[in-house]
């Protein structure tokens, strides 16, 4: 574990934790996972698909995002921005210079696409789980989602997190209960739907080989096919039977298909072979 800050005049501390592949070369590939919004951390990966993708050989860098988990909570500075911002910063301050696979969970896959537009050039491929771009329609969505956390946890607080921890257990209503005081305590339900978004026309002119992991009874699953229209390099999987929590539901498919991402952006050759899958899966 370390705390990394990232410097600046909105600079902060962050939580890092680096997986090693053991012997990493000039041509070890390094992968980036960024985790989701208000009840998520880094253990979303940790426990599913890092130390596989560590297993496999793959450089894997893992953080808590600004006001989330172990990392530093400022009461303002939330816009998407400042969260690309942390990673670029943060790169650098690792040390991390090549080109990078991002691989990003929901809001997480937001900032990975957002940085992407901004920095093609450290960008080798990108997976997005259940996650979608910048888009005006994403800003209203998340508007409406953040303020009705806001009002609900305002006004009911207690009762919501009763429930939670009655039909959810305890573990989640922690979860609820941190996430409850980051909307509480700083800005982030007002910073989030004011962010700068993307035009398709941006969307477009994202060249890294793209891939989209949906659940099929996800409603962002229906927007598949637009982002694969607008990606000269994307690619959509959409798994049947599951929802929006793909990533801790099927840790092993979800592994797969970013192994076999990293392995060959584009997905030319398909998944990786049986024995590297084998070994990578052995380590969930």
């Known amino acids: ?44 990966y940790y426990f599913t698909v890092g130390p596989g993708l560590a297993a496999a050989g793959v450089d894997v860098v893992m953080y808590d995002q600004r006001g989330h988990g172990r990392s530093e909570r400022p009461a303002h500075g939330y816009r998407l921005d400042a969260f690309v911002g942390d990673l670029e910063r943060l790169l650098d301050r690792l040390g991390v210079h090549g080109p990078v696979h991002l691989v990003g969970n929901c809001f997480g896959g937001t900032v990975a696409f957002q940085y992407a537009v901004r920095h093609p050039e450290r960008v080798a491929g990108l997976t997005l789980i259940e996650s ?7 800003a209203a969505k998340l508007e409406k989602l953040l303020g009705y956390t806001a009002t609900q946890l305002s006004e009911h607080e207690a009762d919501a997190l009763a429930w939670i921890d009655a039909h ?13 005081r980051l909307v509480r305590t700083t800005t982030i339900a007002q910073d989030i ?7 398709e026309g941006r969307i477009r002119s994202v060249r890294s080989p793209v891939l ?3 659940g099929a009874e996800s409603d ?4 598949a096919p637009w982002l694969e229209s607008l990606l000269p390099c994307g690619r959509t999987v959409v798994v049947p039977g599951h929802e929006h929590s793909v990533l801790v539901e099927v840790p092993a498919l979800v592994l797969r298909h970013v192994l ?19 070994e990578a899966e052995a380590a969930l």
Do not use: N
């Open 260 to 278: 076999g991402w990293i392995g060959d952006p584009g997905g030319r050759r398909g998944l990786p072979p049986a024995a590297v899958f084998a």
């Open 168 to 180: 959810h257990g305890g573990h989640t209503a922690r979860l609820a209960k941190s996430a409850a």
């Open 1 to 44: 574990m370390a705390m990394v800050h990232t410097g600046g005049p909105d600079g902060v501390r962050l939580h890092v934790q680096r997986l090693g592949p053991g012997r990493a070369g000039p041509a070890t590939p390094t992968a980036v996972l960024l985790h989701g919004l208000l009840t998520d951390s880094l253990a979303a």
């Open 193 to 199: 739907p004011s962010s700068a978004v993307l035009g």
């Open 212 to 214: 989209a992991l949906y």
């Open 132 to 138: 979608e771009p910048a888009t005006p329609a994403w």
């Open 220 to 223: 962002m699953a229906a927007q």
